[in-house]
């Protein structure tokens, strides 16, 4: 599994753009790049994922750079609730089967 | 997280202890997978399974044991619980891997967890 990088914490103003980093230098061509985010105490909660093109639905932007070593999550416009640790996984394509391996995320905090 | 049913949500146990935790899903998936959450390390994937009656070793399986008897169930055990195993669990399923030819949704529904001490 390629393995990703995030930066621990970051803060958001409410009402704001925030904008997630990963980086994810070794992944290979089939490999897409997923985003979960974790509210405290709760399941992890899909929000977006994609291959190469940028990806938006209703929660969040998925930003993926050319060469797709790195990726930014979007959350267009923050609230309190958006605080939670997001995870920035890729996902393992190998013999048949699909493994979600979880980092340490960033925890971000939304501010009001 | 509608799907993803987990049992039970705590549970205190004595050193030397079993336990089992059930995972269940309505949503005919055919993969299931269960991870422990500790502070500071992230999820990390115990056991899993690509289908009914098939389970396989994750990231750090010592110490558990699982079963999937029915497509729709998935049991963790403790044979033997250990204070080293205080944390929060979590079950997760997802469909099967469609490539990316034909597109697809492969995203995983995660449980609410479970919270387990052992003393």
């Known amino acids: 599994d390629a393995k990703t990088t995030q930066p621990p914490s970051m803060d958001c103003a409410e009402g704001r753009a925030a904008n997630l980093p990963c980086n994810h230098s070794t992944i290979s061509g089939n490999e897409y790049v997923y985003w979960y985010r974790q509210i405290h105490s709760q399941g992890p909660q899909y929000i977006i994922h994609?291959?190469?093109n940028n990806e938006t639905n209703e929660m969040a932007s998925l930003i993926i750079t050319e060469d797709r070593k790195s990726s930014t999550l979007i959350l267009p416009h923050a609230t309190l609730r958006d605080t939670a640790v997001y995870y920035c996984i890729v996902r393992s394509n190998s013999g048949g089967y699909q493994k979600v391996t979880f980092g340490t995320g960033t925890k971000l905090q939304v501010i009001p | 997280n509608a799907g993803v049913t987990q049992t039970p949500k705590f549970r205190v146990l004595k050193t030397g202890q079993s336990m089992t935790l059930l995972c269940a899903q309505d949503?005919?998936?055919?993969?299931m997978y269960w991870y422990r959450q500790d502070p500071g390390m992230g999820l990390r994937l115990i056991h899993y399974s690509v289908g009914e009656g098939t389970t396989a070793k994750g990231e750090v399986p010592d110490g558990y044991n699982v079963s999937r008897l029915k497509k729709q169930n998935f049991l963790l055990g403790l044979e033997s619980a250990a204070p080293s195993q205080t944390s929060v669990y979590f079950c997760a399923s997802s469909y099967f891997e469609i490539t990316e030819r034909f597109g697809g949704n492969t995203e995983a529904f995660f449980g609410q967890g479970t919270r387990l001490t052992v003393v």
């Open positions: 994609g291959l190469k």
């Open positions: 949503m005919n998936h055919e993969y």
